[in-house]
């Protein structure tokens, strides 16, 4: 539901850039343990980087239904990084780019968990 073709971007210069926004409503049960009670509405930045993409949630806003508790999400400029290979001297970077497309349904699901926590 959220795979973005991101090939140009690698294929282009470091600091080429694009915008993409989604609004609509998140089908039941996408998320085991969240209910969207409102469409999901986000708007992300697309940056080119020397190995891989930056991806930037300029805004997410939705309402969801968390263990029996409803929480309106409400973010702006959270940046995630992409890479196409693995670096061992930064770890942390475990988001990968594969086949020249970003999967954002797991780091949607990360930052709202963390919105709500």
Known sequence: MFQLNVSDLLASYPGDSREL???????PGY???????????????????????????????TEVQYEGNTHT???SNVPRTFKELYDPIAPDDIKFIEKGNIDMKEILYEEILMAIL
């Open 21 to 27: 926004a989604f609004e609509g409503e998140v089908i």
């Open 31 to 61: 998320y085991p343990d969240i209910t969207f009670t409102s469409p999901l509405d986000f708007t992300v930045k697309l940056i080119a980087l020397d190995d891989g993409v930056e991806v930037v949630f300029e805004s997410l806003q």
């Open 73 to 75: 999400i409400s973010l």
